[in-house]
């Protein structure tokens, strides 16, 4: 069974930096795309950033130069840097798996897998 557990969550005030873990169990993940997306209240869930095939790392424009994807397949874990954090980042964090070796895909209905989620607040 598939488990996907973030964590490292918290209230900070902007500019700080938080990272994020997810710890994925459950079979390997080597080579599928992972990713994070966020949910601030009254919104849709959006794409954050992914790591995929070849490496390849994609990010949504609104954290761009802030926010850094990171995984370590041996580990079964993947990462999120955030620094110079802003109170529109805001939201509760989720990491997923999409089952194909893709580059990207923002889509969050293309995704299979999906974590509880860890709350972020960025006070001003």
């Known amino acids: 069974q598939v488990q996907l557990k973030e964590s490292g969550g918290g209230l900070v005030q902007a500019g700080d930096s938080l990272r994020l873990s997810c710890a994925a169990s459950?079979?390997?993940?080597?080579?599928?795309?992972m990713a994070w997306f966020r949910q601030a209240p009254g919104k849709e869930r959006e794409f954050v950033a992914s790591?995929?095939?070849?490496?390849?790392?994609a990010y949504a424009e609104s954290v761009k130069g802030r926010f850094t994807i990171s995984r370590d397949d041996a580990l079964n874990m993947l990462y999120l840097q955030m620094n110079n954090l802003k109170p529109e980042d805001t939201a509760v964090y989720y990491c997923?798996?999409?089952?194909?070796?893709?580059?990207?895909?923002?889509?969050?209905?293309?995704?299979?897998?999906w974590g509880q989620g860890t709350q972020v607040t960025v006070s001003s």
């Open positions: 790591k995929g095939w070849a490496d390849y790392s």
């Open positions: 459950g079979r390997t993940f080597s080579g599928v795309l």
């Open positions: 997923a798996v999409r089952n194909f070796s893709d580059k990207y895909n923002y889509e969050k209905e293309t995704y299979q897998y």
